[in-house]
């Protein structure tokens, strides 16, 4: 638990080369296939822009959780990597792991990266109707973000006006 709050700390800071030593000693103390280290490391690498290793990561993970594909999803969203993102979440689907709503900003977010419309509007959607999660601020902002970025000004203002909660300074 400590190494794992040590990486993740390293991760918050965007430290790529303390996090590569602190894997380093995970390595030599044979803890590289705990499932918590493992995600905490798949986010570090992602925080600090390093999806290659992320990536590596991520393979090794014998059976991936929600976190697991959380942390992959969004470092992919948050690197620009839209569409592998979205890949990333068909998989998880496939493997039958259960989104939540961190799953989602990801997914609404990697769409917003690539501009896609009509599938942001799916996934949307979805959350309620496929996964019982109900939407909150965060995800309208990703929504309305979206629909600035894509010039449905209008939209995004029926949206803003139709929330059923307060919106925040994002949205």
């Known amino acids: 638990h400590t190494l794992s709050s040590v990486l993740s700390s390293s991760a918050s800071l965007a430290i790529l080369n303390q996090g590569q030593q602190l894997h380093a000693h ?9 499932l918590s280290i493992q995600n905490t490391l798949v986010s570090m690498y992602s925080k600090c822009g390093s999806l290659g290793d992320a990536c590596r990561v991520f393979k090794s993970i014998s059976d991936p959780n929600v976190v697991s594909f959380n942390s992959m999803l969004t470092g992919y969203s948050q690197n620009g990597y839209g569409n592998e993102a979205l890949l990333l979440f068909r998989k998880m689907e496939e493997k039958c792991v259960s989104p939540n709503e961190i799953t989602f900003l990801g997914v609404l977010s990697a769409c917003t990266h690539v501009g896609l419309v009509e599938e942001v509007w799916h996934h949307f959607r979805s959350m309620k109707c496929s996964y019982n999660i109900e939407p909150g601020p965060d995800h309208y902002a990703c929504m ?28």
């Open 26 to 34: 995970v390595v030599k103390m044979d803890m590289e296939y705990d």
């Open 144 to 171: 309305v973000d979206l629909l600035g970025r894509a010039g449905l000004l209008n939209d995004a203002f029926k949206l803003i006006y139709s929330m059923p909660v307060e919106p925040h300074c994002g949205v």
